[in-house]
């Protein structure tokens, strides 16, 4: 009887059947999540440049705990230019429109990043929380998340920011979906 299975080729067929289909199917699922890394789209201009489009399908974002409130991190960054957004979002449990930086205990941020490779250049990040060439603390966004689940977010986002020297950046128009 040994001898029968040992040498059965219809068992050894459906021994690799088996072992190439649990193996494909686990490379699915990693391979699904990566595939499925999101878009982004916007508008945006910083003082010196022209309104351009920034598009990017590398958008990370992160749900974590941080002082006792769920925290919103999302990160990205242009497929064509090394212009990036950065935006944290505080006590976020459901979809809805949050404000930057916003009201409470913790203020959200809104970050505009020119060119993230001369990160140690201060004039290259706009933040809404610093004044414009006049003085005026004018920066501010919103981010609209229209869909929150467990693995999946989509929304929409504008920010104004300034950088140390006054100089002013703007996101419009930005539309983003992505999985955690």
């Not at 299975?5 to 289909?21: D, E, G, S, Y």
């Not at 699904?32 to 990370?60: A, C, M, P, W």
């Not at 212009?83 to 930057?100: A, D, P, Q, R």
């Not at 229209?146 to 140390?164: F, H, K, P």
Request: with cysteine; glycine share 8%; proline share 2%.
């Amino acid at each position: 009887m040994k001898k029968t299975l040992k040498n059965n080729p219809l068992l050894v067929i459906a021994l690799l059947l088996c072992v190439v289909t649990v193996i494909s199917f686990s490379k699915d699922l990693k391979v699904g999540r990566k595939v499925s890394k999101g878009f982004f789209s916007g508008k945006i201009s910083f003082k010196d440049s022209t309104n351009h489009k920034l598009y990017s399908d590398r958008v990370q974002v992160k749900k974590t705990s941080e002082k006792g409130v769920t925290v919103l991190t999302i990160l990205v960054t242009d497929n064509n230019s090394p212009e990036s957004v950065f935006v944290k979002l505080y006590n976020i449990t459901n979809k809805g429109t949050f404000f930057i930086p916003g009201e409470g205990n913790f203020q959200n941020v809104g970050n505009l990043i020119k060119d993230v490779n001369k990160f140690r250049e201060e004039t290259n990040f706009y933040q809404t929380t610093l004044a414009n060439d006049e003085g005026l603390k004018n920066g501010v966004g919103r981010v609209n998340i229209i869909r929150l689940t467990e693995d999946e977010i989509e929304g929409e986002l504008i920010i104004i920011a300034n950088n140390s020297e006054g100089k002013q950046a703007q996101l419009e128009s930005a539309i983003f979906k992505a999985r955690f």
